[in-house]
């Protein structure tokens, strides 16, 4: 892990200062990204490393207002993105920074990439949003959990019993139906999460299997950062090809 951002430098942080690993597990609502994050950990704490977890709206600065504030459905687009970022502050500067410098790694569930294509989904240009997030460090490792828009519409519908107003993009007024504005929002930002996985490095993971199946994969991943080989290996930027019924396990 390197001082080096994607645009301002932060004042005081040197090379040797950030020892630790910053590892980003990123894909849409329902995907499993929570499931693949405790995985991770669980295995990388077994290995000896120490890791602190971190995601969206953890903050003890605005979580709780931005939790507040999107209770009435009227947040503006705008709003909604600083409010976002001024979340991801807090957390890099009290929780990222200081995990980093001692050495530990972080295991963050989702990162700007998400809060970068939501607030391009709601009208910002690419280019604000870079220039928004251009504090945030580089990751180590992206890896982006590709699921099908079906699976990822089980999922939800599983996990909460309905789908949410803002994962369903309901705010940019696409259509009055639940479920078709769930389809049309998660296609737009599909394409946005395209765009960033060939400018951001992402590392893609077919997420349609089972969970055991989407860590091995990820574990792959990962082992080189800590000078380990894999067994097998996912293409950079692409969903892999899972194996025939005559590959080794």
Same mark, same amino acid.
């Given at each position: ?45 077994i290995e000896g490393h ?13 979580s709780e207002e931005i ?36 050495? *530990? ?75 078709? *504005? ?54 950079r930027g692409t969903r ?10």
């Open positions: 892990m390197t001082d080096r951002t994607y645009g301002t430098r932060l004042p005081g942080l040197g090379p040797s200062e950030l020892g630790g690993k910053l590892i980003v597990i990123e894909g849409s609502d329902g995907s499993g990204r929570t499931t693949e994050v405790d995985r991770l950990k669980e295995w990388l704490e120490a890791v602190v977890d971190t995601g969206l709206r953890r903050s003890t600065l605005v939790d507040k504030a999107k209770q009435g459905h009227t947040l503006g687009a705008t709003t909604l993105a600083l409010l976002y970022a001024a979340d991801f502050g807090d957390q890099l500067e009290n929780k990222i920074v200081p995990a980093l410098s001692a050495g *530990s790694t972080v295991l963050a569930d989702r990162y700007i990439y998400t809060l970068m294509a939501r607030a391009i989904v709601r009208g910002a240009s690419r280019d604000w949003a870079r220039k928004l997030y251009g504090f945030a460090f580089r990751p180590d490792l992206v890896v982006f959990l590709d699921a099908r828009p079906e699976i990822l519409l089980h999922r939800s519908i599983g996990k909460y019993g309905s789908l949410d107003y803002w994962e369903s993009g309901m705010d940019l007024c696409l259509s009055r139906d639940f479920f078709e *504005s769930f389809f049309l929002y998660q296609d737009r930002l599909s394409r946005e999460f395209e765009w960033m996985s060939r400018e951001y490095d992402f590392h893609t993971v077919d997420a349609n299997r089972r969970p055991e199946e989407v860590h091995a994969d990820v574990r792959d991943l990962v082992k080189p950062l800590y000078g380990a080989v894999p067994k097998r290996s996912t293409r892999p090809t899972p194996p025939g019924p005559t590959a080794s396990a």
